[in-house]
């Protein structure tokens, strides 16, 4: 259990949000509690499981107008 709650905290990479971390605590105890034991699947269970005003925000897109580093472009 403390793998994957390790794991799942980094994939979330919460600035130490006490809501956040009970949250996930709280999904990879009761998926181990129905008898998960596999840290990979608990994390992945606990990460879906998590309401949507805790689950990761889509990445930033660049502000409009930047260009993008040499020898990519957007297409």
């Not at 840290?39 to 005003?53: H, N, W």
């Amino acid at each position: 259990m403390g793998v994957a709650f390790e794991i799942a905290l980094a994939t979330l990479r919460p600035p130490d949000s006490d809501p956040l971390r009970e949250a996930a605590a709280w999904k990879i105890i009761e998926f181990a509690k129905a008898g998960e034991r596999d840290p990979e699947r608990l994390c992945d269970g606990a990460l879906k499981d998590l309401p949507p005003a805790v689950s990761v925000p889509p990445l930033a897109l660049p502000p409009a107008g930047s260009q993008l580093p040499h020898g990519e472009n957007s297409s």
